[in-house]
């Protein structure tokens, strides 16, 4: 299906252009509005944002859309993400939605959409979605008397930490712990911290003071070298990098060391196995975790399924075929027995559970695997489909000929960003690093003869 607003993720895009305009957010908010308007109760909307500036004009354009279609909005401020997944399901909310673009910089924003279930919607329903973007929509307008109305709510993000609090066993606490977190001047900056600290830890905190345009700024998961030079200062056990949504975490170990999303998907997983907890008999992962993640596995006699790239998709599998445990290399980690989509904060706790209850350093229990070498570029295109060009296909057919049976090669474009991305793993470096800038060239020069 061609899809003109939804990514992977939600519609994304740079803010004040389009799709991510204020006229669009009001029409998404009639949209959907209209299609989750059923039944004869009064309908709610719950609506959360992280810090970026462009959440204010976007916030009021979804609440003019929601409520011209007749729903309730109740408006949760900074939150992160899957705060707004729990709190559309606690709250009995017809719909969720939060305004973020995750990882990106401040100049992009997006519009995620959660069912009353607390699920991100499925592709049909995006569909149905874009169906009533592209209509006259005002003819489903609600009349005068079924406006709705709009009110901030106090107090619910503590909610949200109560329930991150209770996914730790009862009988664990922080206590002992020095932990330097980073919440990427992002929707997390209020709720994290303070939930580490409840719990007992010692906390020091960095990326904790947005401004509007200062989220995911050389800070948080997808720059964590401040949070390593922060661990180092301050001699802390373990480092906790959010994004600017919160929905994905990386850590940093007492030596600096970054650990990555396989990684802790195998602690997580190894030790719910031997907890008796863990569903499925092994783990959901996308295409992108290492090969050392699936041998590690394969081991300890668990499997890892393979999903394409989203964790929308991760989340998928892990319904379909009953798996508590799944997520992705970048950090996404869903955790299916306390949450519907990824959660950094709850990821995290549960690393801090395996460290407490071995009570050894963090280096070590989060090593669970030696990587297989894997390089991951991208080349940036402006229209078109590179990929489609029988020289790239030949290209790829060459290259995946070449690494048959020593290792893997994915070629995807992102979702989110107009990009090609190229991975190959296998364990001889050097022929990864030469089939990955081979690609990187041919595709490049495909991009700029076009």
């Known amino acids: ?83 707004v997944a729990m709190l559309t399901r606690s709250m009995r909310a017809d719909i969720g939605v939060m305004i973020s673009a995750s990882h990106n910089p401040f100049e992009d924003n997006g519009i995620k959409l959660f069912g009353p279930d607390g699920y991100k919607l499925s592709d049909e329903l995006e569909g149905e979605i874009e ?59 209020k709720v994290a911290p303070l939930a580490l600290w409840e719990l007992g830890a010692e906390v020091v905190t960095i990326g904790n003071e947005p401004n509007g345009t200062n989220i995911n700024l050389d800070c948080g998961s997808t720059s964590p070298k401040a949070l390593q030079k922060k661990v180092h200062e301050v001699r802390a056990d373990i480092g906790i990098a959010l994004d600017g949504d919160a929905d994905r975490v990386i850590i940093v170990d007492e030596n600096g060391e970054i650990v990555d999303g396989d990684q802790l998907m195998a602690v997580i997983g190894e030790s719910w196995a031997e907890s008796g907890a863990l569903r499925g008999n092994g783990i959901v992962a996308t295409v992108m975790s290492n090969l050392g993640l ?98 790239v296909r030949q290209a790829i057919a060459d290259a995946e000929a070449e690494l048959a049976g020593k290792g893997r090669l994915v070629i995807r474009p992102s979702g989110t960003e107009p990009l090609i991305r190229v991975m190959a793993e296998g364990d001889d470096r050097a022929q990864v690093e030469r089939i990955v800038n081979g690609l990187i060239g041919i595709i490049g020069n495909v991009r700029t003869a076009a």
Request: hydrophobic content about 40%; some cysteine.
């Open 1 to 83: 299906m061609t899809r003109r607003y939804f990514g992977t993720d939600g519609i994304r895009g740079r803010s004040n252009v389009f799709p991510m305009t204020p006229d669009l957010a009001m029409r998404v908010g009639i949209a959907v509005g209209t299609l989750f308007r059923r039944g004869s109760h009064r309908h709610r909307v719950v609506i959360g944002k992280d810090t970026r500036l462009s959440g204010y004009m976007l916030e009021n354009a979804l609440v003019a859309g929601f409520t011209a279609a007749g729903l309730d909005v109740l408006l949760l401020g900074p939150i992160p993400t899957p705060a």
């Open 131 to 189: 169906d009533l973007l592209d209509k006259d929509i005002y003819a489903q307008l609600a009349k005068p008397h079924e406006i709705g109305r709009a009110k901030r709510v106090e107090g619910d993000i503590y909610r949200y930490i109560e329930h991150a609090k209770r996914t730790l066993p009862r009988d664990v606490t922080l206590q002992g712990l020095r932990i330097a977190i980073d919440c990427a001047n992002g929707a997390a900056y």
């Open 294 to 391: 699936e041998r590690f596995l394969d081991g300890k006699g668990l499997s890892l399924a393979r999903t394409k790239v989203g964790d929308r998709y991760v989340v998928e599998h892990m319904r379909n075929h009953d798996f508590n445990v799944g997520g992705e290399q970048s950090g996404h980690i869903v955790l299916s027995d306390f949450g519907t989509t990824g959660d950094g904060l709850v990821a995290a706790l549960q690393v801090l559970a395996c460290v407490k209850k071995l009570d050894r350093p963090v280096r070590e229990i989060c090593r669970r695997f030696e990587p297989v070498p894997q390089l991951l570029k991208n080349v940036r295109f402006a229209g078109g489909k590179p990929l489609e060009e029988s020289i």
